[in-house]
């Protein structure tokens, strides 16, 4: 299949190298020349675990290149997806569509062929109507079929996401689209990954319900930690306890800071505004995101709590300033929430992620970067541990008391047991669990 893909971010990168990958001639298209040319030069503008191999293997068999010429690519395509950006609009939370539509134009306009559109990008419902009568007005001549596609890719394991999927949600009020759909995720079909075929606004509410569920669980299991610290309960057996019943299942169940990112965060507050615009609210939803909002900066007062409840002129050090571990995404990040509350309780932070510093600079140019964990830890009252990268569960905690000026931790995301902690000398908090049970 030859298949252009609009948009060369996070979604249409790892999507048009997969496809790649799987045998088809992709070509990735962006408007950002610079973009286009350091990714012809090798070099990936996101971090993201084995992408960067797997565009050089594609590009150097030929089937994956990159260009900004529309034109040209969407011209020659059998299917064009569109992966562009769908940021929370300023104002009032909707998700900014401007960015798809104007793709829909740009593509109705070269479109040659019967081609099939496919939105990839996260949109709410009806999104593909819309896309469906600008293309008719710009081009009432077009041979298309208009379809939804939805992404579900966790970032830091997003390769393995596409390859190995739990489904493939394929939304299509014209039935000539199937065969077209079905042959390019075939190599997929053949591993018995599961093909759901079904309206196009049932696919873009299957996305967002999806996103919606995964944060509410999340929630839900930090206001849990909330009240087995009031009542001296250990969360992690509690989230135990209850995801080993199938009906529930252990994923998303993990207390810590909340949750933010590229997704749950803009899609949960989309949602809750379509649902708004249908008189049709989702209460618990709207709840949700009140609730994640108000507990990172909750998180900031716990560091403050742990710390004797005035931080005013001490330096706290900050492990991990990404959403997650395993990528450089700080959008929505829990630790610039987390941050700002200890700034604005008069402290100095150094920090040190692995792989976000770049991008934490852009949003965060008050504190001090440092090369390492240690680097970070020099002289500060306290650590504060944000993101559960991998590299902190194996501190060196006589390394780290001989380098800080008060041996206080706070653990975040729940990484280390109580007593191999203390029994290093250090004062030791962590989320939902009581100081006393470490029963794992």
């Known amino acids: ?46 971090f993201e675990p084995g992408l960067e191999q797997l565009v050089a293997d594609n590009v150097r068999a030929g089937r994956l290149s990159f260009t900004t010429d529309v034109e040209t690519s969407v011209a020659a395509s059998d299917v064009v997806f569109i992966a562009v950006g769908t940021p929370s609009r300023r104002g009032d939370g909707h998700a900014d569509l401007s960015y798809v539509y104007a793709a829909a134009r740009e593509i109705a306009e070269h479109v040659k062929g019967f081609t099939v559109i496919v939105t990839k990008s996260t949109v709410p419902v009806g999104t593909g109507d819309e896309v469906e009568r600008i293309v008719r007005e710009t081009n009432p001549d077009a041979d298309v079929a208009i379809v939804s596609n939805p992404e579900f890719l966790r970032e830091g394991a997003a390769i393995e996401d596409f390859k190995r999927p739990d489904r ?23 591993n018995q990954a599961p093909l759901l075929f079904t309206t196009r606004r049932t696919s873009e509410l299957i996305k967002y319900a999806a996103n919606a569920f995964l944060a509410m669980k999340i929630t839900f299991i930090n206001e849990m930690a909330d009240l087995c610290e009031k009542v001296g309960a250990n969360v992690q057996e509690v989230s135990r306890g209850i995801g080993l019943d199938g009906r529930i299942g252990s994923k998303f169940l993990h207390a810590g800071p909340g949750y933010g990112g590229s997704c749950f965060p803009k899609d949960t507050l989309a949602l809750a505004k379509t649902a708004q615009d249908y008189d049709a609210p989702v209460r618990l939803i709207e709840t949700t995101i009140s609730i994640n ?5 909750a998180m900031g007062r716990k560091v403050i709590a742990a710390m004797g409840g005035d931080i005013r002129g001490k330096t ?53 970067y440092t090369d390492d964990a240690y680097d970070a830890a020099r002289g500060a009252d306290a650590l504060v541990i944000v993101t559960e990268w991998n590299q902190f569960r194996a501190l060196d905690f006589a390394r780290l008391k001989s380098v ?10 729940n990484i280390y047991r109580h007593d191999e902690v203390t029994k290093h000398g250090f004062a030791y908090t962590s989320v939902g669990r009581p100081s006393s049970d470490d029963t794992l």
């Open 1 to 46: 299949m030859r298949i252009t893909m609009i948009g060369s971010g996070y979604v249409g990168l790892v999507s048009g190298v997969c496809f790649a990958d799987f045998g088809h001639d992709v070509i990735c298209v962006d408007k950002d020349t610079s973009k286009i040319e350091a990714l012809r030069r090798g070099e990936i503008p996101i």
């Open 316 to 368: 706290i050090a900050v492990l991990g300033l990404t959403f997650k571990p395993n990528t450089d995404d700080m959008r929505d990040s829990p630790a610039i929430s987390v941050i700002q509350t200890l700034q604005d309780a008069g402290a100095t932070i150094t920090g040190y992620d692995p792989e976000g510093m770049d991008n934490a600079r852009l949003v965060m140019g008050d504190i001090t």
């Open 168 to 190: 493939i949600v394929i939304g299509l009020n014209d039935d000539r689209a199937r065969g077209v759909m079905t042959e390019v995720y075939r190599p997929l079909y053949l």
């Open 404 to 413: 800080m000026k008060s041996p206080v931790l706070v653990d975040l995301r």
């Open 293 to 297: 909002d108000n507990r990172k900066r």
